[in-house]
């Protein structure tokens, strides 16, 4: 059985490379690598969106993004910038459809769960 989920497994990733959406990441990516320091920029912007999400205080966490938006839209106008970071993010939420469906077709009872990290 585990050969079966081995070869599905890499079946996915192929598909998941194949596709449209990270194409274009890997076409971002190769344009910001060979800038260290604009990348460097994305990547500490990256960071701090990371902690913005899950550190702190969710009750002031509008204001904060707000802020935080306010601050980098400069940042964000940058083309190339803007192009890394959403195909990123269109990477990021087709693997978290992929997630999602495994985890409803399984039924692996996590809403308990679920519904206490949110309490």
């Known amino acids: 059985m585990q050969d079966t989920i081995d070869i599905y ?23 910001v690598s060979g800038m260290p320091e604009l990348k460097k920029q994305i990547d500490d912007y990256r960071t701090q969106v990371y902690r913005l999400q899950y550190e702190g205080d969710t009750e002031t ?3 904060r993004v707000q802020e935080f938006n306010t601050e980098h839209a400069q940042f964000r106008r940058d083309p190339l910038v803007n192009e890394y970071l959403n195909s990123e993010l269109a990477v990021c939420r087709m693997l ?6 495994l985890a409803d077709a399984l039924d692996l009872d996590l809403d308990e769960v679920a519904q206490e990290i949110r309490s």
């Open 9 to 31: 497994t890499k079946a996915l990733i192929r598909v998941i490379q194949d596709s449209r959406e990270y194409r274009a990441f890997c076409r971002a990516k190769n344009k």
């Open 96 to 101: 978290q459809k992929v997630a999602a469906g």
């Open 61 to 63: 966490l509008y204001d």
